[in-house]
């Protein structure tokens, strides 16, 4: 499943290593596959199992999948990453894909309702909300949980779908399941002191936290609202980091509520590509 641990050889070949195996990630191994990207490409993941479609990218001739091996430390003098376990990994490109976490604790019962965190979502979301309007006959009443950037674009997906939104930004203290029909959709929400609110869906459009633990420990530059700063062309503070997916922000913006992972993916694994073949080429002139 995964090749050895990269060896200091002469080898010319460009090596990016990817801290993380989550959507942005994958997709980003996806495009360089296709772009025909011909080094070597690590995934450190901090999962010890590994989704069907993380297997595909691993089976890739140029990818070594290291399963349960996070990044945890960042020598970026000598280009070179630790994992939790000590194995060492060089680098001459490094990609932050760590990902983020929810702000607080799971409402009770949010398994039985709708989420949204990133732009991805929109597309899940409204495949949920065409199947229960079929089912009701009409337009579905939907209540909404959240503030800041994740909860307007949620209300708007909702909108544009011909959903009536009912927005609160009170959080509950659980989401009650709809039966009987799928889990995904929610009868209503309780509140702490016992109130209810009732509807056809629930979504929960809450804050969530950028893991950019590992890349500022490593001195790269991040957001005063967390995560990892990067410019337009997903370049981090420092020389040959990159980052990409919720780990990154842009002006102050998670990443994944600016951009789709796979969108964002295409146009880093073009950066990379690039990056690559302008190093091949001072190596060369050396």
């Known amino acids: 499943m995964s090749a050895p641990a990269p060896s200091t050889s002469s080898s010319t070949a460009t090596r990016i290593v990817i801290?993380?195996?989550g959507p942005a990630a994958r997709a980003l191994v996806s495009q360089l596959d296709r772009a025909r990207f011909s080094g070597s490409i690590t995934i450190l993941s901090n999962r010890d199992d590994a989704s069907a479609e993380l297997m595909e990218l691993a089976a890739l001739p140029q990818v070594s999948l290291r399963?349960?091996?996070?990044?945890?430390?960042?020598?970026?003098g000598t280009r070179t990453v630790t994992t939790a376990d000590g194995m060492e990994f060089g680098y001459d490109h490094l990609v932050v894909a760590t990902g983020s976490a929810p702000g607080q604790a799971p409402v009770e019962g949010s398994d039985h309702c709708l989420s949204y965190s990133t732009i991805d979502d929109a597309?899940?979301?409204?495949s949920a909300i065409k199947d229960l309007s079929t089912e009701l006959g009409r337009r579905p009443l939907g209540i909404l949980v959240g503030t800041g950037a994740a909860a307007g674009q949620a209300e708007a997906v909702l909108r544009s779908r011909g959903v009536r939104p009912v927005r609160t930004t009170l959080r509950p203290a659980a989401v009650t399941p709809r039966t009987p029909g799928p889990?995904?959709?929610s009868t209503g929400i309780v509140f702490p002191d016992g109130s209810t609110m009732n509807g056809d869906l629930v979504v929960l459009a809450e804050e969530r936290v950028s893991l950019d633990g590992l890349a500022a420990s490593a001195g790269l530059r991040t957001a005063p609202g967390g995560g990892i700063a990067i410019s337009q062309d997903f370049r981090t503070s420092v020389p040959g980091i990159w980052a990409i997916g919720d780990a990154a922000t842009f002006d102050g913006v998670r990443l994944?509520?600016?951009v789709a992972a796979a969108s964002a993916a295409g146009a880093c694994a073009a950066q990379l590509m690039s990056a690559s073949s302008s190093?091949?080429?001072?190596?060369a002139a050396a």
């Open 123 to 126: 597309a899940r979301i409204g």
């Open 279 to 283: 190093g091949a080429v001072l190596q």
């Open 256 to 258: 994944g509520l600016l």
């Open 67 to 76: 399963c349960g091996q996070p990044a945890s430390y960042i020598e970026a």
């Open 183 to 185: 889990g995904l959709q």
């Open 19 to 21: 801290a993380g195996a």
